[in-house]
């Protein structure tokens, strides 16, 4: 079932304590800070001035197309 919004955890892990503590909707765009383990990638969202920092899963994420199609 697709979702229309992806957990952002305060540590690179699904299970255990520390839930979400942001959800960010579909399509958003963030930039990928880190990379701390194959799985998980370190992001940085920005809402209006407030910049949100957590972490993903890397299966959520997409590449940004460059002007060159890469």
């Known amino acids: 079932m697709a979702t229309r919004f992806l957990n952002v955890r305060p540590r690179p892990r699904a299970e ?3 839930n979400p ?5 579909r399509n958003t765009m963030g930039t990928v800070v880190a990379l701390p ?3 998980w990638a370190q992001v940085v969202f ?3 001035d407030v910049g949100i920092e957590g972490y993903v899963s ?3 994420l997409a590449k940004e ?6």
């Open 37 to 39: 383990n194959r799985n």
């Open 65 to 70: 197309k460059t002007k060159s199609g890469r």
């Open 21 to 25: 503590k942001l959800y960010v909707g």
């Open 46 to 48: 920005m809402s209006e």
């Open 58 to 60: 890397q299966w959520y």
């Open 16 to 18: 255990g304590p520390g």
